[in-house]
């Protein structure tokens, strides 16, 4: 059984993680979605949102669950009996961070490997921040976020 671990803020999800989750099915047997409660990032949604709204975005998909953890990755990837780590690669601009936290983790935790997956061309632009920018200038995020992800980001301007 070899269970991955998708760590990342989703604030909020988008269609590019979306296919990032679907991917990593085909290496996977099962996926757990680790949605981070501790961001050092303000999120503009709390965790319990950002983890209902990953839980709507992947209904349907069988062997992916979806779960909040604070603290280090190694840590949840260890609790869950996790083989590996995913992560989503779209520019070079991605490399370094990624390059950097993936060696981190595998200096606190020797067994931890991390898989990188390229999503579709189309989605190599899409961003929680761009997505969450478009809807603060009141601008249609249709086609890059679930239906449900576009209302709450009009609900959360709404109230701004
Ligand atoms: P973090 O705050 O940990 O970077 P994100 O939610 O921004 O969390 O991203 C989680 C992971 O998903 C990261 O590896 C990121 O590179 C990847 N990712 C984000 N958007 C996309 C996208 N459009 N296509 C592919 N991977 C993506």
Known sequence: M????YPGS???????HVDIIKRSLAIADRVIV???????????????ERVEQVRLAVRGLRR??????????????R???????????????D????????LTNRRLERT?????????????FLSSSVVKEIARLRGSVRGLVPPHV????KGKHRLA
């Open 112 to 124: 931890a490997e991390t898989v990188f997956l390229m999503p579709a061309e189309r989605y190599t």
């Open 10 to 16: 989703f604030d909020p999800i988008t269609y590019g």
């Open 79 to 93: 609790r869950k009996h996790g083989s590996m780590v995913i992560r989503g690669l779209r520019a070079v601009s």
């Open 2 to 5: 070899r269970t991955a671990i």
């Open 34 to 48: 680790g949605v981070l409660g501790n961001s050092a990032k303000r999120p503009l949604f709390t965790a319990s």
């Open 64 to 77: 992916v669950e979806v779960e909040s953890f604070d603290g280090l990755l190694v840590d949840f990837l």
């Open 95 to 102: 490399f370094e961070y990624e390059f950097q936290l993936a």
């Open 150 to 153: 576009a209302s709450a980001l």
